[in-house]
């Protein structure tokens, strides 16, 4: 199952609602989320510096990346940025695809 990112940083409201329900509530609800669009929460990680939480999930597919994006951002608490990964066979893809380019300039 392809697997998102999201490195979540917080509003002024977000820590609000960490220090009401903790860690691991905040953990619960993202597993919630996650699972309710078909996938599977891998880790979720408390950081310091300019992101607060990073959240590896497995989700079905882009569209249920973004809607959990979406919805999480709506949510005014955090914001979001999404990063789409890709497993090393899915490189070894891309590198076998034949292609055109042309170097600029030449």
């Not at 880790?43 to 607060?52: H, I, P, T």
């Not at 809607?67 to 490189?91: D, W």
Request: proline share 5%; no cysteine; net charge negative.
């Amino acid at each position: 199952m392809p697997r998102s990112m999201f490195r979540v940083s917080y509003t002024l409201e977000g820590p609000q609602g960490l220090m009401k329900e903790g860690g691991t509530g905040r953990r619960k609800a993202a597993e919630t989320l996650i699972s309710s669009l078909g996938g599977q929460l891998v880790s979720l990680d408390y950081a310091f510096g300019e992101e607060d939480v990073y959240v590896l999930g497995e989700l079905p597919d882009d569209e249920a990346a973004a809607a959990a994006s979406l919805r999480i951002t709506a949510s005014g608490a955090v914001t979001v940025h999404t990063i789409k990964l890709l497993s090393p066979e899915q490189i070894d893809s891309a590198i076998d695809r034949e292609l055109e380019y042309r170097t600029p300039g030449a």
